[in-house]
C-alpha cells in the first residue's frame, strides 16, 4: 500500500518554528516614590548588606529613598526635598567617608547639586554649582587618575561640562566643550585599553542622531570625539561585551523607530558600524547584562508608549533572538536597573523599573532567584 510522503513531512520537526524566548521574571511588588521618578539607582546607602533604591523624581523636585530588607521587598519610601527637578543621578564616594554620596544634575535649576550619605540611611546637602544650561545627565569616573572621582555633565545647549573632584566632597570647574546636537546620555569607561577614562555621549537632536566617542587624555580633558551613527534620537549609551572578545562595546536606545543599536569595539577605543534591533514600542532605556546564564549578554529595556519590559537574548555576536520576552510595567515606565537584594554575588539579579507615569518603582525578580521568599503580592 503506497503511504503519502506528506505525511512523513508534516510529522517532522519544522526548522522555522518561531523562537520562543525563556520566561526568567516574575513581578513581585511595586512602591510609591515621589511624581516622575527619571531615575532609579541600587545602592547599599546605610551600609547593612541590603539593597536599597534611590529615585530622582523630577515632577516633585525630591529624591526617595526605600530601603530593603534583604527578602525583595523594602519598606515605604523617605522623600528628600532637593534641587529644582532633578533629571538624573551619579553615584561616588566623593568625601571619602563610608557612606555612598550623590551628585544631581538639576535640570530645572542649571546647577549641579552634590548630597552627602549618612549613617540613618538618609542625605545632607552639600555644594552646588551652577551650569549653563540644563543638565540633562551625569556620569561620575576619575579622570585625572588623582584618586578622586570627577563628574562630567551634558547640557541640552550642545556642551559637556567637567569638573574635577577634590576628595573632599567639592569640586572645581573643568574642561567645557561644546559639540553635538541636543546631548542625552553620558557614560564613561576606558575603551582603548590605555587607562585613559573615555566618554560616550547620545546626540538626540534632529541634525545629528549619534553616539560621540571622545578619548580621555588621563588629566580631566578629551579629544575631538568620534561620531557613530544611531537610529533616530539616540537617549542612552552604556557598555557591554556582547561578542565574548573582552573588549567593550556599546549599547544605544534610540527613542523613535523603536529600536536600539550595538556597536562592537575594536579596542582602540574605535567601533564597527551598529547593528539595528527591535524593541517595543518607546524604547526609554536599556541595560545588558547575562540574564539566563549563557555567558551571553542579554538585553533588558522599558518601552515607554508600550508601557513594557522587554528581555532579549544575546546570539553572543551584538545580535539577538526575537521576538523579545515582554513584562507588563506600571504606566510610563522610564528607567531601569538591575539590582541584587542583598550583596552576595552568587544571587541571581532582580531587575527595578522607574515608572515615571504612575511615580512607582516596580520589582520583577528572577526565577532563580533562591535567597528570596516570595511573599504575597499585588499584580501589575
Same mark, same amino acid.
Given at each position: 500500500?503506497?503511504? &503519502?510522503?506528506?505525511? +512523513?513531512?508534516?510529522?517532522?520537526?519544522?526548522?522555522?518554528?518561531?523562537?520562543?524566548?525563556? #520566561?526568567?521574571?516574575?513581578?513581585?511588588?511595586?512602591?510609591?516614590?515621589?511624581? %516622575?521618578?527619571?531615575?532609579?539607582?541600587?545602592?547599599?546607602?546605610?551600609?547593612? *548588606?541590603?539593597?536599597?533604591?534611590?529615585?530622582?523624581?523630577?515632577? !516633585?523636585?525630591?529624591?526617595?529613598?526605600?530601603?530593603?530588607?534583604?527578602?525583595?521587598?523594602?519598606?515605604?519610601?523617605? $522623600?528628600?526635598?532637593?534641587?529644582?527637578?532633578?533629571? !538624573?543621578?551619579?553615584?561616588?564616594?566623593?568625601?571619602?567617608?563610608?557612606?555612598?554620596?550623590?551628585?544631581?544634575?538639576?535640570?530645572?535649576?542649571?546647577?549641579?547639586?552634590?548630597? +552627602?550619605?549618612?549613617? #540613618?540611611?538618609?542625605?545632607?546637602?552639600?555644594?552646588?554649582?551652577?551650569?549653563?544650561?540644563?543638565?540633562?545627565?551625569?556620569?561620575?569616573?576619575?579622570? %585625572?587618575?588623582?584618586?578622586?572621582?570627577?563628574?562630567?555633565?551634558?547640557?541640552? %545647549?550642545?556642551?559637556?561640562?567637567?569638573?574635577?573632584?577634590?576628595?573632599?566632597?567639592?569640586?572645581?570647574? *573643568?574642561?567645557?566643550?561644546?559639540?553635538?546636537?541636543?546631548?542625552?546620555?553620558?557614560?564613561?569607561?576606558?575603551?582603548?585599553?590605555?587607562?585613559?577614562?573615555?566618554?560616550?555621549?547620545?546626540?538626540?537632536?534632529?541634525?545629528?542622531?549619534?553616539?560621540?566617542?571622545?578619548?580621555?587624555?588621563?588629566?580631566?580633558?578629551?579629544?575631538?570625539?568620534?561620531?557613530?551613527?544611531?537610529?533616530?534620537?539616540?537617549? *542612552?549609551?552604556?557598555?557591554?561585551? +556582547?561578542?565574548? #572578545?573582552?573588549?567593550?562595546?556599546?549599547?544605544?536606545?534610540?527613542?523613535? $523607530?523603536?529600536?536600539?543599536?550595538?556597536?562592537?569595539?575594536?579596542?582602540?577605543?574605535?567601533?564597527?558600524?551598529?547593528?539595528?534591533? *527591535?524593541?517595543?514600542?518607546?524604547?526609554?532605556?536599556?541595560?545588558?547584562?547575562?540574564?539566563?546564564?549563557?555567558?551571553?549578554?542579554?538585553?533588558?529595556?522599558?518601552?515607554?508608549?508600550?508601557?513594557?519590559?522587554?528581555?532579549?537574548?544575546?546570539?553572543?555576536?551584538?545580535?539577538?533572538?526575537?521576538?523579545?520576552?515582554?513584562?507588563?510595567?506600571?504606566?510610563?515606565?522610564?528607567?531601569?536597573?538591575?539590582?541584587?537584594?542583598?550583596?552576595?554575588?552568587?544571587?541571581?539579579?532582580?531587575?527595578?523599573?522607574? #515608572?515615571?507615569?504612575?511615580?512607582?518603582? &516596580?520589582?520583577?525578580?528572577?526565577?532563580?532567584?533562591?535567597?528570596?521568599?516570595?511573599?504575597?503580592?499585588? &499584580?501589575?
Amino acid at each position: 500500500m503506497a503511504i &503519502s510522503a506528506s505525511l +512523513f513531512i508534516s510529522s517532522g520537526c519544522n526548522k522555522q518554528d518561531p523562537y520562543a524566548p525563556p #520566561d526568567l521574571f516574575y513581578y513581585f511588588a511595586s512602591y510609591k516614590v515621589g511624581k %516622575n521618578p527619571t531615575t532609579v539607582t541600587p545602592t547599599d546607602v546605610n551600609q547593612d *548588606g541590603f539593597t536599597d533604591l534611590v529615585t530622582t523624581n523630577i515632577g !516633585s523636585n525630591t529624591l526617595s529613598i526605600l530601603l530593603g530588607n534583604g527578602d525583595g521587598t523594602f519598606r515605604d519610601q523617605v $522623600q528628600l526635598n532637593v534641587c529644582k527637578e532633578p533629571r !538624573s543621578l551619579a553615584l561616588g564616594m566623593f568625601n571619602r567617608d563610608a557612606y555612598p554620596d550623590v551628585v544631581l544634575a538639576c535640570s530645572g535649576g542649571d546647577e549641579v547639586s552634590v548630597l +552627602f550619605g549618612r549613617a #540613618d540611611g538618609k542625605f545632607e546637602e552639600g555644594p552646588r554649582y551652577p551650569v549653563h544650561r540644563t543638565p540633562i545627565a551625569i556620569a561620575s569616573e576619575d579622570l %585625572n587618575g588623582d584618586q578622586a572621582p570627577d563628574l562630567v555633565v551634558a547640557l541640552r %545647549n550642545d556642551k559637556i561640562k567637567v569638573f574635577l573632584g577634590t576628595g573632599t566632597g567639592e569640586f572645581t570647574h *573643568g574642561a567645557q566643550y561644546e559639540y553635538g546636537d541636543t546631548p542625552t546620555s553620558v557614560a564613561m569607561a576606558d575603551l582603548s585599553g590605555d587607562g585613559k577614562i573615555d566618554l560616550a555621549v547620545t546626540n538626540g537632536g534632529p541634525m545629528s542622531n549619534a553616539v560621540s566617542i571622545w578619548k580621555g587624555n588621563g588629566d580631566g580633558t578629551f579629544r575631538l570625539p568620534t561620531d557613530y551613527r544611531t537610529g533616530k534620537r539616540p537617549l *542612552g549609551v552604556s557598555f557591554a561585551d +556582547f561578542n565574548r #572578545d573582552r573588549i567593550l562595546d556599546l549599547l544605544v536606545i534610540n527613542g523613535q $523607530q523603536d529600536s536600539f543599536t550595538t556597536f562592537l569595539g575594536v579596542g582602540n577605543g574605535t567601533f564597527l558600524p551598529g547593528k539595528d534591533s *527591535g524593541a517595543d514600542a518607546g524604547p526609554n532605556f536599556g541595560y545588558a547584562r547575562d540574564f539566563n546564564g549563557d555567558s551571553r549578554i542579554d538585553v533588558a529595556i522599558v518601552n515607554l508608549q508600550s508601557s513594557d519590559l522587554s528581555i532579549l537574548f544575546g546570539r553572543g555576536d551584538g545580535t539577538f533572538e526575537y521576538p523579545p520576552r515582554n513584562y507588563r510595567t506600571k504606566p510610563g515606565p522610564f528607567a531601569l536597573a538591575t539590582f541584587r537584594v542583598t550583596t552576595k554575588e552568587e544571587e541571581e539579579p532582580g531587575l527595578v523599573t522607574a #515608572d515615571n507615569g504612575n511615580g512607582s518603582v &516596580s520589582v520583577f525578580l528572577h526565577r532563580g532567584l533562591k535567597a528570596v521568599s516570595t511573599p504575597v503580592a499585588p &499584580s501589575p
